[in-house]
């Protein structure tokens, strides 16, 4: 309990001294904002430099148009064939000519008693 007085008293002094540097730096800045702001001039009015026109309300508006005839269209064959031809691009896009496809490697199965003896042929130490 005795350690602790003290303690206490050391952390409100540095709790009391951070407070007036804070205060302090506050009213430095205030100062800094009061010394930057520019002080407005005066200006004569001048006429704006633009002219406001006033636009036109008799605009002339087409007549509605209606149509009786009704558009006899398949929906659904038409979607069909749009879908066909998609795929169609696709598997053209996707097929690669005869000159660009790969041969296809040989491959051998790993052997790691061949590995081990190439890696210590490749790595001798030195004398």
């Known amino acids: 309990m005795e350690k602790l007085v003290p303690l206490l008293i050391a952390l409100a002094i540095f709790g009391f001294k951070s407070y007036q540097n804070y205060m302090k730096e506050q009213e ?6 009061k010394a930057n ?6 200006n004569k009015s001048e006429p704006p430099a633009y002219q406001t026109f006033q636009k ?7 007549p509605p148009f209606y149509s009786e005839k009704i558009q006899d269209t398949n929906e659904i064959q038409r979607f069909k064939k749009a879908r066909e031809e998609h795929r169609l691009a696709l598997n053209k896009k996707n097929k690669l000519p005869q000159s ?3 041969e296809p490697m040989v491959t051998e199965d790993f052997d790691l008693r061949k ?3 190439i890696s210590i042929i490749l790595d001798r130490p030195y004398k």
């Open 28 to 33: 430095a800045a205030l100062k800094r904002r």
């Open 37 to 42: 702001t520019p002080i407005p001039s005066k």
């Open 56 to 62: 036109d309300k008799n605009v002339a508006t087409p």
């Open 100 to 102: 660009l496809q790969r």
């Open 115 to 117: 590995a081990v003896i």
